[in-house]
């Protein structure tokens, strides 16, 4: 069975930083692009972020731009997302996700349950 299982999350201070992870199961994602997702309460889910699968290559939603940033990890931990100086409006539920193709920010194969992450003000 593959599974992407997202660790990391918590509450923490606006400024703070927290490092969420994706644990990987069932397969190999070396050959996958990774991304980010979130939703937040009462809203769709939104992209956050992709790393190609070489690691060359990055995408960013604008609201994060400066603030987080993905990288490749181990094979059993494909991805990670750093998160620095947090505000309220990324509070949500965030979500590990791969797929087969080049890095878009759309039509992603497989998904985590998610791990919450809340920013006090």
């Known amino acids: 069975q593959v599974r992407l299982v997202e660790s990391g999350g918590g509450w923490v201070q606006a400024g703070g930083s927290l490092r969420l992870s994706c644990a990987a199961s069932g397969r190999t994602f070396s050959g996958y692009t990774m991304g980010w997702f979130r939703q937040g309460a009462g809203k769709e889910r939104e992209f956050v972020a992709a790393?190609?699968?070489?690691?060359?290559?990055?995408l960013y939603a604008d609201s994060v731009k400066g603030r987080f940033t993905i990288s490749r990890d181990s094979a059993k931990n494909p991805v990670s997302l750093h998160m620095n100086n947090l505000k309220p409006e990324d509070t949500a539920v965030y979500y590990c996700?791969?797929?087969?193709?080049?890095?878009?920010?759309?039509?992603?194969?497989?998904w985590g349950q998610g791990t919450q992450v809340t920013v006090s003000s």
């Open positions: 790393i190609s699968w070489s690691g060359g290559s990055t």
């Open positions: 996700a791969a797929r087969a193709g080049v890095i878009v920010t759309t039509d992603y194969d497989y």
